[in-house]
Structure formats: structure tokens, C-alpha cells
């Protein structure tokens, strides 16, 4: 009985302890977990895949917010809108992040900015000039396609950006004018103009200040909870870092060049494989590169064109050949944007740059000669294959050679031999001709 007592007292001790412990102790909450990508370049098929599955990803992890880094001159508009759609139909709270400073949310950067649910930007960045300026010398629409066109593309991307705009509770005007007067805005102003929710010049202080605010996804309110958060970057696929840096101008212009003149190496010295491989690998590559760019088909025969002419110079060095080529090259390279694709929202013109351009044409040209000079040099060496190859070649008498016939051992090889007059086995000879399997031999006289 006494033993019962003291083990009822001793339950009531422990419990009474437990009870008194400081709340102290207690294990302290977990930090937030925010996903963070980056969007930095143009807007292609590459980075739009990325962006819709970074979306993906963060809802799919639990993940508080996604919080997008922006630098971008903008992109394919069709990208864009894929980008949008998926930031819209977000079941994670999107929050877009412009920096750091000097970074720029141009043209298809400013539709993916308005459709984030929070915006902030870092001081000394932009936003704006969202007007379809495209192609090669940056022309007006209205300028290269026509009155009508220019209206179509610009009604078009300005409801594409109303709708946006006002879904978000941002300044509709002045998406509008970014639109049709390309009015671009630095962070402090596009703040000021409720473009913008935050000017903040680092991520880290962006999610302090949105921490405990409340933004809509999808129909419910979400109270965002981003301070102190722990950020999980978030990385593209191999395919969808490989697409993007396939998507650039300059790399299509290398990779049509290699292709035509690895092809074409390959197609004047068959048998090499490897030229003629890595040709065949460098224009599904540069295809693939096309498919994600405005690039002109005109000016693909172009560069083919020149890869055909300095092929031909390698037969014929004339010099007018070769350079026609070279000059077909930078031409090529000159037109391969199209000057005017409405599917693209651009603030500085997409074009291959000079100082790529010019360099691998001249290497490709130069090359080109190098191969015509050592074609020439090998032209001028007397032929040592074949019969006639033979030809001059001394040699060993290994069994009597008479005008019946006899072996000489010639050029490592045992041949069957006839010469006008009989010769004895281990004379010097030396082959004048050769009829088939025969050759004709004389003495050599020591």
C-alpha cells in the first residue's frame, strides 16, 4: 500500500516538473523554405521552360514563395506568354526580384514582372520599353511591315499587358504607354507609379520586407511568411541550360559555318569520318539553335553558299573564289536575324556581333587558303601510289629476270618482273613501267 503511495506521488513530482519547464526549451519553429530561380538573358524556349517548371517545382515542395532574380532584355513573345500564364495560374505565391543594380526587366521582361505577385527592384535598375522594336537595325514595325501590321502587333501586346496590369492591381497606363511609346522607368519611379511594390537593393532584404504581407493565389489570400527565409536555388536541366545557350545569334552563325565546312572537307576527302561527323553534328545543333531564334532563311544558303565557293577555291585558287566566299560570309552572318519578327519583344536589336562575325569568317577563309596552298604543294610532289607511283622505284632482283619474265623484291613488295635482257638474283634494278601486275625493269648500272 505504502509502495502505491509513493508511486502515485512520484508520477504527480514528474509531471509537476514537466509542467514548470520554461517554454524556452521548447523546440523553436523551422525557417520558411522560399525557391529561387534565375532569369537571366533573353526569353526563349529555353528559359520559358525553366521558369514554368520552376513554378511547378516550388508548389510542388511546399515551398513558401518562389522568388524569380530578373535580368532580362527580353525574348520571344510566345515564350513570354508561357512564362505569364504560368505565373498567373500560380498555386505558389510568385515574387520577382530585378537586380542586382544595373540589371534590366526589358521589353518581355516588363509582362513577367507585371504578372509576379509581389515586385521589387534593386536601385539603378529599369523597367519598360516594351514597344515590338525588333530585328537586325531595331526598326519600328509600322517602318517594316506596314501601317496595319505595326497596329495589329501593338494592340495585341497592349492587351496582352492591360490584362495583365490590372489582374495584379498595377498602374495600367503606365503599362500601356511601355508599351506603345517604349517608356522605360528607373526602380524609384516605377515605385512611385505603383509598377512596382518594393525598391529593395538585395533579395534577402525583398523577402524581409514581404514577410507577413497578404497577396491572392488563385482565389485564396496567402499570408507570405519570407523572413529569414532559407532559399533553395532552384537549376535548370541540362536541356533547358543547353537550348538557351544555343540561343544566341552568334552561336547559330559558328555553328552553320562549321557545319558546311566539316561537311565539305568531308565531301572533297571522303573517308576522313570526323570532319564530315562533326559537320553533321554542328547543323542539327544550329537547327535546333533556329528554332528558338528569328533567323532568315536566305541568309542560311548565304553562309552555305560561302562555304561552297571557298570549297571551290581549294580546286581552282584563283583568289576571286576565296573571296567571294569570305564576302558571302559576313553577308550571311549580316541578314541572319530577320529585321522584322513580330514574335519577338526586344530593347536592343538581336544581331551577330562584328567582333564575332568578322574574326570566324576570316578563320574559316583563312583555312580555306591554307587547305588550297597545301593542295597545291601536294599536286606538285610526285605521286607515290599506284603504278605510277612505282615508276623510278629501285629494287632487287630475287630470281632471274629476262625478257620471260622473273621476281624483284620493289617498294617492301614482291613483284613480278621482265627486262630486255637476263639479270641474276641480287642485281639492282630500277622500274621503267608497269603494265598490270608486270613491271619493267633494268639494270642499275653501279
Not at 552572318?333 to 514574335?343: H, K, Q, S, Y
Not at 568578322?358 to 607515290?384: D, I, N, S
Request: aromatic share 6%; with cysteine; net charge neutral.
Amino acid at each position: 500500500m505504502g509502495g502505491s503511495r509513493r508511486s502515485v506521488w512520484t508520477v504527480l513530482l514528474l509531471g509537476l516538473l514537466l509542467l514548470g519547464l520554461p517554454t524556452s526549451h521548447a523546440a523553436s519553429p523551422a525557417p520558411p523554405v522560399v525557391s529561387r530561380c534565375v532569369l537571366d538573358g533573353t526569353v526563349d524556349a529555353g528559359s520559358r521552360a525553366f521558369l514554368v517548371d520552376c513554378v511547378r517545382r516550388a508548389h510542388e515542395a511546399g515551398h513558401q514563395a518562389l522568388l524569380v532574380r530578373l535580368d532580362t532584355p527580353g525574348g520571344e513573345l510566345e515564350s513570354t506568354r508561357d512564362i505569364v500564364r504560368a505565373f498567373l495560374g500560380a498555386r505558389v505565391p510568385v515574387l520577382v526580384w530585378v537586380g542586382p543594380s544595373g540589371a534590366r526587366a526589358g521589353s518581355a521582361g516588363v509582362f513577367i514582372t507585371l504578372a509576379s505577385h509581389l515586385a521589387a527592384m534593386a536601385p539603378g535598375t529599369n523597367i519598360g520599353a516594351a514597344h515590338p522594336v525588333v530585328g537586325l537595325t531595331g526598326q519600328d514595325p509600322e517602318a517594316a511591315g506596314g501601317k496595319e501590321m505595326a497596329r495589329k502587333i501593338e494592340n495585341d501586346a497592349v492587351a496582352f499587358v492591360e490584362s495583365i496590369a490590372k489582374q495584379r492591381g498595377r498602374n495600367v497606363e503606365w503599362a500601356i504607354r511601355a508599351v506603345r511609346q517604349s517608356e522605360s522607368v528607373p526602380a524609384e519611379k516605377a515605385l512611385a507609379l505603383n509598377v512596382i511594390e518594393h525598391v529593395s537593393p538585395t533579395q534577402e532584404s525583398f523577402l524581409e520586407w514581404a514577410h507577413g504581407r497578404s497577396v491572392t493565389v488563385g482565389d485564396s489570400p496567402v499570408t507570405l511568411r519570407t523572413a529569414n527565409a532559407q532559399l533553395v536555388e532552384l537549376r535548370p536541366s541540362f536541356s533547358q541550360r543547353f537550348l538557351h545557350a544555343l540561343a544566341q545569334p552568334a552561336v547559330v552563325y559558328i555553328l552553320f559555318l562549321l557545319a558546311g565546312l566539316g561537311l565539305a572537307i568531308e565531301l572533297t576527302h571522303p573517308g576522313l569520318f570526323v570532319p564530315g561527323l562533326i559537320g553533321v553534328v554542328c547543323i542539327v545543333l544550329a537547327l535546333l539553335a533556329s528554332s528558338a531564334l528569328p533567323v532568315r532563311a536566305g541568309a542560311i544558303v548565304l553562309l552555305l553558299l560561302g562555304v561552297a565557293l571557298l570549297v571551290a577555291e581549294l580546286f581552282i585558287t584563283s583568289g576571286l573564289l576565296g573571296a567571294a566566299g569570305l564576302g558571302l560570309l559576313v553577308l550571311g552572318g549580316v541578314f541572319l536575324v530577320d529585321r522584322f519578327d513580330p514574335e519577338w519583344f526586344l530593347d536592343t536589336p538581336l544581331h551577330v556581333p562584328l567582333r564575332t562575325m568578322l574574326p570566324t569568317a576570316v578563320f574559316v577563309a583563312g583555312a580555306a587558303v591554307f587547305l588550297a596552298f597545301r593542295a597545291a604543294e601536294t599536286r606538285r610532289k610526285p605521286q607515290l601510289a599506284g603504278d605510277a607511283g612505282l615508276v623510278g622505284e629501285l629494287g632487287q632482283v630475287l630470281d632471274t629476270v629476262s625478257p620471260s619474265g622473273g621476281e624483284v623484291f620493289v617498294h617492301g613488295e614482291r613483284w613480278a618482273a621482265v627486262s630486255s635482257i637476263p639479270l641474276p638474283a641480287g642485281a639492282r634494278v630500277v622500274v621503267r613501267r608497269v603494265e598490270g601486275l608486270t613491271l619493267f625493269v633494268d639494270e642499275v648500272k653501279s
